[in-house]
């Protein structure tokens, strides 16, 4: 259980189980349909439609970003763009080298076996996988001790589709094995504008486009945060008005919400009034602005801060966290001409 699911459920990029159920409802079925991400999925079509053209499998898929930017998704577009079956596994469900084997020895031919957390795999599944990537071949160890032998299996050829929030974890070695890695990026408000469209007509939502554009804009560059803010502003919607999603309705609703007009929610503006407010813009230590806002450590340093560094509005500096001009502005506050600012404590050395 993340961390974040009691503290912050609407504008997490995390989904639990219900919402995971619900989200198949609405996950794009082909390459065509996805939308954004257009780099990737222009190589990653390049690559499908070669191994198409040869009859044979296309090479193993990594897949690495951020929660809800559509790794899951891209995973089964890649197995039904290849009208190939799919068999779905996660690193934290294969802990014993012996599960992997028996997925593997499993497959059929052209399977496209899915590997979500990957980095979350067992050092010694990782190292049948290594083999099993490379050759279509697995040693099953049979018996323990000095009696033990290794009995070579061949297993069909497959396509794995590895996707990591964490590439950074993955040994080098693994990594090296996949053909094709995407990077999945945020996406731009347009894109997104795109996705809630789409979304709303399968939900048979009635919405404006500029009601679109506002749960857009509002929605941290991730399609899950979308679909869950439509998902939102569709209840208040049919509960206080008509049922459709206007502009003055959409942000009517997401006031309420505490989802302000940056995607920044109740959380992420108290981190950054109490670093204001309370101790001028910083530099101040994790640990006491922690204390101010009335949360753990880890609740600020992992659910808060990544997207108030990424939106610029927060800055780690070696002497601790400081507030931006934008974070000053964005709370509506005058921007004080002593406070420090990140670039002076970082550059000191370079005008000494
Ligand atoms: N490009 C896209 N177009 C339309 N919908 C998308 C797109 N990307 C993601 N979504 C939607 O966002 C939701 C989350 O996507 P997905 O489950 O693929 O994310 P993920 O990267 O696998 O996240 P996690 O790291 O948490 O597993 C799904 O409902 C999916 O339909
Ligand atoms: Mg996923």
Redesign the pocket.
């Known amino acids: 259980m993340n961390s974040e699911d009691n503290v912050r459920p609407l504008v997490s990029a995390d989904a639990d189980f219900e919402e995971r159920t619900f989200e198949s409802a609405l996950r794009p079925k082909t390459l065509a349909e996805f939308g954004g991400q257009r780099r990737v999925s222009e190589q990653l079509e390049l690559v499908l439609h070669a191994a198409r053209g040869r009859n044979g499998v296309p090479d193993h898929v990594l897949l690495s970003g951020p929660?809800g930017l559509g790794?899951?998704t891209l995973a089964m577009i890649i197995a039904s763009e290849l009208s190939a079956p799919l068999r779905i596994t996660s690193g934290p469900a294969i802990q014993h080298a012996g599960d992997l084997a028996a997925i593997l020895s499993g497959l059929s031919e052209g399977e496209v076996l899915f590997l979500?957390e990957i980095h979350r795999m067992s050092r010694p599944a990782e190292e049948l996988l290594y083999m099993a990537m490379e050759d279509f071949r697995v040693d099953v160890i049979v018996g323990k001790g000095p009696g033990a032998t290794a009995i070579p299996l061949e297993i069909p050829p497959f396509t794995l589709v590895g996707?990591t929030t964490r590439a950074g974890l993955l040994p080098g070695p693994l990594r090296d094995r996949f053909g094709f890695t995407g990077h999945l990026e945020f996406y731009e408000a347009s894109e997104l504008e795109r996705i809630i469209n789409r979304s709303a007509e399968l939900l048979q939502v009635d919405m404006t486009a500029e009601g679109g554009a506002e749960i857009a804009s509002r929605s941290r560059g991730t399609p899950r945060i979308a679909n869950r803010l439509l998902r939102r502003v569709r209840d208040y919607a049919q509960v206080r008005a008509d049922g459709i999603i206007t502009l003055a309705l959409a942000k009517a609703a997401l006031d309420l919400y505490e989802v302000d007009r940056m995607g920044l929610d109740r959380l992420d503006r108290g981190v950054l009034d109490a670093l204001c407010r309370r101790f001028g813009g910083g530099p101040v230590g994790l640990s006491t602005l922690a204390v101010a806002v009335g949360e753990e450590r880890e609740t600020v340093e992992e659910v808060a801060e990544p997207f108030l560094v990424r939106s610029g509005y927060l800055a780690r500096t070696p002497r601790g966290r400081v507030a931006t001009p934008a974070a000053w502005r964005h709370l509506g506050l005058n921007v004080p001409k002593n406070a420090t600012f990140a670039d002076t404590l970082f550059d000191a050395d370079d005008d000494a």
Do not use: G, N, Q, Y
């Open positions: 929660p790794k899951t979500d996707a």
